[in-house]
């Protein structure tokens, strides 16, 4: 059964820096990898999806990579900002198809301080 | 980019009754949504998978007789809560996927408060 986790659970930095979140995941068969930001009391927000065939995405300053043969995948926040402060998802699926719900992990709640 | 909607945003209601939000997929045909429920501090967990025109796939530990979904056309679901309960008290999120896509999309989430 699949299972994600996301170390470390909370994060408070000072604004300007540069930051990694981490996700595993136990099942290295996924078909891709996403990186959602939730803000207190939102939805979710996609950030990034990786496909199983690819080692990494880049969308502004968020850098995410994925390693299957090790089940991990990281999310680089680079010149971390005070509206980055949220919440941090990484989801896959449960197997390796397409078009099924997600796994999420608990996530990790990051706090930017001005 | 593909928008999901979901009605209402928040909704508070007395113990027993019922209580109906829907999940519409605003610029996209969906044939398939999701319902997820997320708990305070915890991860979002799946619920049901709701397929256009059939019924719903339940999780284990989910009761279908108390979370009633329907998938009528490709652009609505709806999660009807039926006799909520205060431990039914919630946030509820839907994710819709279009046809031929990998990626889900994700409502807002309804924030459900029974007392």
């Known amino acids: 059964k699949q299972e994600v986790t996301q170390i470390p659970a909370a994060l408070s930095v000072p604004e300007g820096e540069n930051l990694v979140l981490n996700c595993s995941f136990t099942?290295?068969?996924?078909?891709?990898l996403q990186w959602f930001r939730q803000d207190p009391g939102k939805g979710l927000t996609s950030l990034l999806l990786i496909q199983s065939s690819q080692r990494e995405q880049t969308s502004g300053r968020l850098n995410a990579s994925l390693d299957k043969s090790s089940g991990r995948s990281t999310l680089y926040i680079a010149a971390s900002q005070p509206g980055d402060s949220a919440t941090y998802l990484c989801?896959?699926?449960?197997?390796?198809?397409?078009?099924?719900?997600?796994?999420f992990g608990k996530g990790t709640t990051l706090s930017v301080s001005s | 980019g593909a928008v999901v909607s979901q009605h209402p945003s928040r909704v508070i209601c007395k113990s027993g009754t019922s209580v109906k939000i829907e999940c519409r997929s605003l610029?996209?045909?969906?044939?398939?949504m999701f319902w997820y429920r997320q708990f305070p501090k915890q991860s979002l967990m799946l619920m049901a998978t709701?397929?256009?025109?059939?019924?719903?796939?339940?999780e284990q530990g989910v009761e279908k007789d108390k979370f009633l979904i329907n998938h009528a056309s490709l652009t609505l679901s709806t999660l009807t809560v039926t006799s909520a309960h205060p431990e039914d008290s919630s946030f509820y999120i839907c994710s819709a996927l279009g046809q031929g896509r990998n990626e889900q999309f994700f409502g807002p989430g309804t924030r459900l408060t029974v007392l």
């Open positions: 099942d290295s068969a996924i078909y891709n």
């Open positions: 989801a896959v699926p449960p197997s390796n198809q397409a078009g099924t719900a997600l796994i």
């Open positions: 709701s397929n256009e025109g059939s019924k719903a796939t339940y």
């Open positions: 610029d996209f045909q969906a044939t398939t």
